[in-house]
Every structure is written in structure tokens, then in C-alpha cells.
């Protein structure tokens, strides 16, 4: 079965994590992902656990691309650039704002000979603004986001989750932003430009933050394991050491919820009926919680909650995930082979019952389709030879 962007060409000349994560939610889903990298490679490919020298998290974050290796800092590397972008679909970049209108290969430079192309930039701070020409890592714009600032416990330093969401998250609307261009293009014939930006992207996830502050005057602060104004959902510890996540902060589910734990009578009790009781009574509601759960193993907590439908899982690490049947049922990871080893890595979502996406490859070598990328364009084995000895691709 076809996929749904089968046909689509992409050039991805981003960097890093957040418009290498767009581009790769659009190869896993079809379309053909020129990545253009630097000479050295992404940097990405030496991060964090290595095999034999390349990164774990390349083979995932690379898969389904072509990777070619252009030195876009020489006038030549640029040209080449131009004639990929002449019959691509979209561009997919998250350079410092104006490097590529430095390289004469801006938005409007590239309307000139592709008017019908989707230009995606991903930047610390957006295209315009003061700030615009700031460098922008994930770890400052989530802070100037506003999401930092409700994470964490009160009066101490805000935390930050160990994972770098405010690329993958800018990726997501960059790859989002990118689907609803294809879609117009449809109607119009036209490209357009989409202007994402790591800050703006978490800030996209901040709920009644900005209405709550404009209307009442209340600022959302840091509320540790909980969630400010909504009661019950906390975690607590058990009796076995392991940590539970309950959420029992709908009605009916708070009554079955006390009834379970043996305090039907705050079940009944009409100071707790509704969530704005409940938040009342916060601290009430949680030592009994605390108290319930710290006497018994985590199994057992989980049973019960299952027996009275309340919400209510462990937390996870990634081993649990691996073992988890729901996982493996849901297709959560997909299983590849590198160095004659298998290597699980992670499905890619949304999940799409009649074209699904998948891994037909895992993150390429280092310029390993500069030969078939770059001969369509009508480039000689000579004048690869010459290329390759002066530096413009490696």
C-alpha cells in the first residue's frame, strides 16, 4: 500500500533534532528525504551511545533518508542546493535566521524558480522579532516559553525533563505545518512559507496559562507531582518502593475511587462532590491517598484501581516499556539490523490503519547517496570526481 506522502520530495539541510525530526516523520510516512549534510556529518551522529562510532539515536532519527554531503559554505555546495531545490516539494532548514538569504537561497529567492515549493524554517525564536538572530537551543527557548516555569516543585529551581521536547515538539508543528501547505497547495498551485519556532512550539502547549493570567490575574506556578487545580491525580509511593500515577479527579471516578480504598465516606461527602471541593481539600485527599498506597505493593494498588476503574498506571523506563505486552501489541518499536545485530527502535506516530508509515532503512552512511542523488541531476562521474576533490561534497 502506497504511503501518504509517497511522491513528495524533501530537501532537509537542518541540523541537530528539530528539522531532522520533521523530515523524519515525513519519510516515515513516504516521501523522499534528501538530508543535505555538512562535511564531518550531522553532529548528531556522535552523540550520546555509540556503535562502532555512530550514535543509537542516528539510526532512528535518520531512517528512510538519502543522506549527501554538501559543503554549503562554498558557492559551489550552494549551487548544488539550487538544483536540488528546483523540482523538490519542500525544504526543510533550522538554520540561524538569514543564513540561507545569505546564500541567495531564501524564500523569495527560491519562489523565483520553484514557486510551488514548501519552505519550512525552524529557529530558536522565529524568523522576525528582536530576538529573531539569538541562538536558540531547546533548553533556553523552553524556558522562555513558559513551560519551564510550571515545571518543578515550588520555590525550587525548575526542572527540565531529560529529553530535549522543545526540538521534537517544534518538529511535530514544523512536519504539521508542513501537511496543511501540501493540502492548500492543491487548491492554490502555490508554496508557501511556515515559520516554527522552538519557544512558540511550547508555548503552544501551555493550556489555560495565558487566559487564567488575562482573566483572573493568576499565574501558574510549579506544583511538583500534581496538576494545579485538578484533584486527585498525583503520584505516590508504594509500599515496595515503586511510584503509581493515579488520577481520580472525576466525580464518579473519585467515589469509586474512595470506595475502593475504604473511605466511603468520603465518597458521600458532599464538600468533595465536585473538583472545585476537591481542590479545597487537597492536602486531606492526598494524605489519605499517600497513606493507602504506601502500606501496600504496587501490584496490589494497581489492582484494586482496575477494579474500580479509576486511572492509575506505574512509571516507566524504558526496559518496562520493552517487556510491556500493550506495547509490543500496539507496534510500538520496530526491529532493524545493524552490524548483523537486531536493534530495536521506535515507531513513528500517528498510527494510520490503510497507509501506515515504516522503516524501509535505518540512518544512512555519511554521503552514501551523494552518487545517485547527485547523477539525476545530470552530473557527470568526472565532475563528481571533481567535486569530490575540492572539498563541495564529501
Known amino acids: 500500500m502506497s504511503k501518504p506522502l509517497a511522491g513528495i520530495k524533501v530537501i532537509e539541510v537542518g541540523q541537530l533534532l528539530a528539522g531532522p525530526f520533521a523530515g523524519s516523520m515525513l519519510a516515515y510516512f513516504g516521501a523522499e528525504v534528501i538530508k543535505v549534510e555538512p562535511p564531518g556529518g550531522d553532529p548528531i551522529r556522535g552523540w550520546r551511545e555509540l556503535n562502532n562510532g555512530t550514535s543509537y539515536w542516528w539510526y532512528s532519527l535518520a531512517r528512510n533518508k538519502k543522506s549527501v554531503c554538501i559543503d ?9 542546493l ?26 523569495e529567492d527560491v519562489k523565483q ?7 519550512a524554517r525552524i529557529s530558536g525564536y522565529g524568523q522576525n522579532g528582536p530576538n529573531a538572530k539569538k ?31 522543545g526540538d521534537t515538539i517544534a518538529g511535530i508543528h514544523a512536519a504539521l505545518g508542513i501537511a496543511l ?10 508554496g508557501q512559507t511556515i515559520d516554527v519556532a522552538l519557544y512558540e512550539a511550547m508555548f503552544n502547549l501551555l493550556e ?19 496538576v494545579t487545580g485538578i484533584v486527585p491525580t498525583n503520584t505516590y509511593r508504594c509500599a515496595d518502593g515503586k511510584f503509581v500515577v493515579i488520577g481520580g479527579n472525576g466525580d464518579s471516578i473519585f467515589k469509586r475511587l ?13 464538600r468533595l462532590a465536585n473538583n472545585a471541593g476537591r481542590v479545597e481539600h487537597e492536602d486531606e485527599i492526598d494524605q489519605i491517598l499517600s497513606g493507602w498506597c504506601s502500606a501496600r505493593p504496587i501490584n496490589e494498588v494497581l489492582a484494586v484501581m482496575a477494579e474500580q476503574r479509576v486511572p492509575a498506571g506505574p512509571i516507566y523506563n524504558v526496559e518496562d516499556m520493552l517487556e510491556d505486552p500493550h506495547y509490543q501489541a500496539r507496534g510500538m518499536f520496530e526491529r532493524v539490523e545493524i552490524d548483523g545485530k537486531p536493534l530495536d527502535i521506535p515507531a513513528i506516530l500517528p498510527k494510520l490503519d490503510r497507509t501506515p508509515g515504516g522503516t524501509e532503512w535505518v540512518g544512512p552512511e555519511l554521503g552514501e547517496h551523494n552518487d545517485e542523488v547527485l ?16 572539498g563541495v561534497i564529501e
Open 113 to 119: 524558480f520553484n514557486p510551488a515549493l514548501v519552505y
Open 181 to 190: 501547505a501540501l493540502i492548500e497547495r492543491q487548491k492554490s498551485g502555490e
Open 135 to 165: 541562538p536558540g537551543f531547546a533548553s533556553v527557548c523552553e524556558a522562555y516559553s513558559g513551560f519551564r516555569h510550571v515545571n518543578g516543585f515550588p520555590g525550587e529551581a525548575p526542572v527540565r525533563p531529560n529529553l530535549s521536547i
Open 258 to 270: 474512595m470506595s475502593g480504598i475504604g473511605h466511603p465516606d468520603l465518597a458521600a461527602d458532599l
Open 82 to 107: 539550487k538544483e536540488l531545490l528546483k523540482d523538490a516539494d519542500v525544504l526543510v532548514e533550522n538554520f540561524r535566521p538569514g543564513v540561507m538569504e545569505g546564500w541567495a537561497l531564501g524564500p
Open 375 to 390: 547523477q539525476q541531476l545530470g552530473i557527470g562521474v568526472e565532475e563528481l570526481a571533481r567535486l569530490k576533490a575540492s
Open 208 to 226: 489555560a496559562v495565558v487566559p487564567e493570567y488575562s482573566g483572573a490575574s493568576k499565574v501558574r506556578e510549579a506544583s511538583g507531582t500534581t
Open 72 to 80: 554549503l559554505k562554498q558557492s559551489e555546495g550552494q549551487a548544488l
